[in-house]
């Protein structure tokens, strides 16, 4: 049973357009969001973050909106450039799971690519 | 500026061999953590530790042990190796628990068992 759903394993966005990467999750427990950023061959890098009691966190061209009621959360990138293209993962953190907010929990991720 | 380091990057093994994936990290983290990713799938926790003499099992602990003797190193073992632990391997270190806390990862051990 996946808790987090990326349901897009892939997205093709224009250079500079805005990217939309979707994530849904079941877990009402769940009260952070991240969102991390992989290269090939590489670890996954921390992106962005939203706490459940906010609905909206940016940070230069990315912005990340968390709709509670619907448990969906978004991650937007504008204007979406070449050097974004790789796989975006969305994860979870609940205190029930493993008993730390440290353990996090993957959606299957969404390649992004950013055509020139 | 090391962060999480991870060694080796690249092992091939055959059915049953036991070995000793390493982590360490620089950041005086308390909280170590062990992923697998396969491919298409999302990374899964292995198994955790929130400080030096304590570790628990995450998701999918089968087959693998390990131990926080340390701050800094956080070692991942496979006991008897099988074809289902092909995977990538990443291991990720953040402050104590809290809201908030970024987590940092290593740049992934890639395990073929054969």
């Known amino acids: 049973d996946q808790q987090v759903k990326q349901n897009s394993p892939s997205l093709s966005v224009q250079e500079g357009r805005i990217s939309i990467l979707n994530c849904d999750y079941t877990?009402?427990?769940?009260?952070?969001f991240l969102w991390y950023k992989k290269y090939p061959a590489e670890g996954p890098t921390f992106l962005i973050s939203?706490?459940?009691?906010?609905d909206k966190n940016e940070d230069g061209r990315f912005t990340v909106f968390l709709n509670k009621s619907a448990k969906h959360l978004s991650l937007h990138i504008v204007p979406s450039q070449p050097g974004d293209s790789a796989v975006y993962f969305c994860?979870?953190?609940?205190?029930?799971?493993?008993?730390?907010?440290?353990?996090?929990?993957f959606g299957k991720g969404t390649k992004l690519s950013v055509k020139p | 500026n090391a962060g999480v380091t991870q060694t080796p990057k690249f092992q091939v093994l055959k059915t049953g061999q036991s070995m000793t994936l390493q982590c360490a990290q620089d950041?005086?983290?308390?909280?170590m953590s062990w992923y697998r990713q396969d491919p298409g799938m999302g990374l899964r926790l292995i198994h955790y530790?929130?400080?030096?003499?304590?570790?628990d099992q995450g998701e999918v602990p089968n087959g693998y042990n390990v131990s926080r003797s340390t701050t800094e190193d956080f070692p991942l073992r496979l006991l008897s190796a099988a074809p289902s632990q092909t995977s990538v391997y990443f291991c990720?270190?953040?402050?104590?628990?809290?809201?908030?806390?970024?987590?940092?990862f290593g740049e992934g051990s890639w395990l073929t068992v054969v």
């Open positions: 990720a270190s953040s402050y104590s628990k809290g809201v908030g806390n970024t987590i940092y």
């Open positions: 877990n009402s427990m769940f009260d952070y």
């Open positions: 939203i706490s459940s009691i906010k």
């Open positions: 994860a979870a953190s609940s205190p029930g799971y493993g008993g730390s907010q440290g353990n996090l929990i």
């Open positions: 950041m005086n983290h308390e909280y």
């Open positions: 530790s929130v400080g030096a003499g304590i570790t």
